[in-house]
């Protein structure tokens, strides 16, 4: 992905409907890519939303809440990458996100694609 020198989020909302999905997230009014990504080995529709105040950051937690989401994928300026769930109760360091091909994205439980460029994603490294 080459939002590399900005911090993102990753998740997924789930609403049950794409157009609902891009709706909620357009009113946030932040730059975001769509994604096809599998999060512990179901696939679903997600999303990397640029931000970078921590009112924006605030933002997209009230979302991913409003669309009962347990937690976000944070990425920062040098991407790595932390679990964050949305409960307050964790804070998981998993690596940095690295570009893979898609046979050794799928080895994996979890990974991001991104649609605009084809690209596999996974964290690896902790």
Excluded: H
């Excluded at 994604?35 to 640029?50: A, H, M, P």
């Excluded at 990425?75 to 804070?91: H, K």
């Excluded at 649609?115 to 690896?124: F, N, Q």
């Amino acid at each position: 992905m080459r939002d590399q020198n900005k911090k993102c989020i990753i998740l997924a909302l789930n609403s049950g409907s794409i157009i609902e999905d891009l709706k909620q997230i357009r009113k946030l009014g932040l730059p975001f890519k769509c994604l096809v990504g599998s999060y512990e080995g179901t696939l679903e529709d997600s999303y990397l939303i640029t931000y970078e105040t921590m009112s924006n950051l605030r933002k997209i937690e009230i979302l991913a809440d409003k669309f009962s989401q347990e937690s976000i994928l944070i990425l920062n300026e040098d991407r790595d990458t932390f679990l964050y769930y949305l409960d307050g109760t964790a804070y998981d360091d998993l690596g940095k996100f690295t570009e893979v091909s898609r046979a050794k994205a799928y080895e994996n439980k979890n990974w991001s694609l991104d649609l605009s460029t084809g690209r596999y994603y996974i964290t690896e490294g902790v």
